[in-house]
């Protein structure tokens, strides 16, 4: 697709648009454009300034389909889906192993000095994180001829967040037999087994997880984290303190023969914690006491690059589906909050959308919207205009297509058609073709148009 991208690049207002964030004047409003208008030209923004990519969307279903079309315009760059985990009491453990892999490859992409183009619905991009260097120092590095007992390193991989299975068939599961660690480390696309003679690495080999078998030898291998709340004994101790701190305060709240259910189920949720924090494994529930583990709040914009573009589509609506978000939860959590079923700490575990705004606004972004209003707020160094046109439903009559691109033919202009798999393109090319227009069907789209 990178033939769109050059016509693109040749466009008036898009080379003023990256002239200025390639200079001083980084905050930028971008008008006019929608769906996979937006795409194609923060695809040539990625490409042209050859840096990392954030974009922020409203909801999830925006996220995934602006992925998608990103990932099809930019097909030699990673285009990852930073999918919301929500963070309260009773879903913590709810969420699918996808969802968690998905944001740890995000994760450890941008910690790897990567250059992705990561896409990130708000609700996700609200939820604290890590200490990057924690969660970057934490992996385990290993190569051929390394001492270490396999014992240790299984132990290590737990610690990690990684489930011990009977044999590795996903991500983020270990398996161990004699001299032998299988792990599917979070950051790879296939299994890695560990091969020990004694206490040292004889081999190591990438497997395919259906059939087991080997597909390559390595030489070295990088283990990323299998959860996101990684800790370090420092913060292990202010945690325990921290929370005995908080427990105490809100026991006193809580005096009075009408409180006795709400004593008791605070006592047991602290206790609780305080065991899991000082046990050998962190347990995945603890991510809800990470206010309590560390006190200045991380997001995914931390873990990038200060050379990272933002891009914000469509600011009014990513502000509002944030303050919902906040709203919602702070009801849940007075609820419980009166019920003792929480602690008052334990609410900081995102941080507000305010927060997220500042950070873009140190960086180089783009505030995309259809409509020329400029957010309250916001101030921008520059506003460009883009003039484009929404292609109109053919609701499944191929002849009004045909007319169409009939139209576009007579006014001189090139015309690519954009289809979602193979069969379909072939299809629709023999519908052009008895309609008297001829077209070539192409995998990847390269060179100049014409």
Same mark, same amino acid.
């Given at each position: 697709? /990178?033939?769109?991208?050059k016509?693109? &690049? ?9 002239g ?17 208008q ?13 840096a ?7 909801q ?25 985990a929500q963070?309260?009491? /009773?879903?913590?453990l709810?969420?699918g192993?996808?969802?968690? @892999? ?18 990130a ?11 990057p ?23 290590r ?14 991500p983020?599961?270990? @398996?161990?037999?004699?001299g032998?660690v ?29 059939? &087991? ?20 004994p420092e ?10 701190s ?40 603890? @991510?809800l006491?990470?206010? /309590? ?51 008052p700490?334990?609410f ?20 995309l ?37 009939? &139209? ?7 015309v ?35």
């Amino acid at each position: 697709m /990178y033939a769109l991208i050059k016509q693109l &690049q040749n466009c008036r207002e898009f080379k003023s648009l990256l002239g200025a964030l390639s200079g001083r004047q980084v905050q930028q409003q971008v008008v006019g454009l929608s769906g996979a208008q937006r795409a194609l030209l923060l695809a040539g923004l990625a490409e042209s300034l050859g840096a990392p990519l954030l974009v922020i969307t409203s909801q999830e279903g925006d996220a995934a389909a602006l992925a998608e079309d990103l990932s099809a315009f930019l097909p030699s760059r990673r285009v990852l889906l930073f999918p919301a985990a929500q963070l309260l009491p /009773y879903q913590v453990l709810a969420h699918g192993r996808e969802v968690l @892999a998905q944001r740890l490859k995000a994760l450890v992409a941008v910690l790897e000095g990567e250059s992705p183009v990561v896409v990130a619905p708000v609700e996700a991009l609200l939820r604290r994180l890590s200490p990057p260097e924690v969660f970057r120092r934490a992996a385990v590095e290993l190569s051929l001829g390394q001492r270490l007992e396999p014992r240790e390193l299984l132990g290590r991989l737990v610690a990690l967040g990684y489930e011990r299975v009977e044999m590795v068939e996903g991500p983020g599961q270990v @398996a161990a037999r004699g001299g032998i660690v299988d792990v599917y480390p979070l950051n790879a696309d296939n299994p890695v087994r560990v091969e020990f003679f004694g206490d040292e690495i004889d081999s190591l080999r990438a497997f395919d997880v259906e059939s &087991q078998r080997s597909v390559e030898n390595v030489l070295q291998v990088t283990i990323a984290p299998a959860r996101e709340l990684v800790v370090t004994p420092e913060a292990r101790e202010r945690a325990l303190n921290v929370l005995e701190s908080e427990y105490q305060m809100q026991l006193r709240k809580f005096e009075g023969v009408a409180y006795r259910e709400a004593r008791e189920n605070l006592r047991e949720l602290v206790r609780g914690a305080q065991e899991k924090i000082a046990g050998e494994v962190i347990s995945p529930d603890l @991510a809800l006491f990470l206010p /309590y583990f560390y006190r200045e709040p991380y997001t995914l914009l931390d873990y990038l690059p200060a050379t990272t573009l933002v891009a914000v589509d469509d600011l009014v609506r990513v502000r509002e589906v944030a303050e919902t978000v906040n709203f919602e939860r702070s009801e849940t959590y007075g609820q419980l909050l009166a019920a003792g079923r929480v602690l008052p700490g334990m609410f900081h575990g995102y941080v507000p959308w305010q927060h997220v705004e500042q950070q873009a606004a140190r960086r180089r972004a783009v505030y995309l919207s259809l409509l020329p209003r400029q957010p309250q707020g916001l101030v921008v160094h520059g506003v460009s205009g883009f003039s484009a046109k929404s292609v109109p439903s053919f609701m499944g009559r191929p002849e009004m297509l045909c007319e169409e691109v009939r &139209q576009w033919r007579r006014a001189g202009q090139a015309v690519v058609l954009l289809v979602a798999g193979e069969d379909r393109a072939r299809r629709l090319q023999e519908e052009l073709g008895e309609a008297g227009i001829e077209a070539g069907l192409v995998t990847h789209l390269e060179g100049e148009l014409s």
